[in-house]
């Protein structure tokens, strides 16, 4: 069974896209035939905690009561990243 993922170009979202190499980290290049902008795909990103809607989701799960361990494994994110969110959240004056 094989997997098939549409990417789009993130600048033009056009759907038009080829391969154009790999980053020195072994990421797939990726190149927009239309307006010829070259990027690397959402889902190549290594570290999931790099994504912007990855702290929203961290914060709502630490108000419904989820545990720093669960979020990690979940989220596939480290200690450190859950942490750095909560810390803003707690309040100074206990």
Do not use: W
Request: hydrophobic fraction near 30%.
């Amino acid at each position: 069974m094989k997997t098939q993922i549409t990417i789009s170009c993130p600048s033009c979202l056009g759907l038009s896209i080829k391969k154009n190499g790999r980053k020195i980290y072994g990421k797939q290049n990726y190149q927009c035939k239309d307006c010829h902008r070259q990027f690397i795909d959402k889902m190549n990103l290594t570290y999931q905690g790099c994504q912007r809607h990855i702290d929203a989701k961290i914060r709502l799960m630490l108000v419904r009561g989820c545990s720093i361990a669960d979020i990690m494994v979940i989220e596939k994110v480290s200690k450190y990243k859950v942490l750095n969110i909560l810390r803003p959240l707690q309040n100074p004056y206990k």
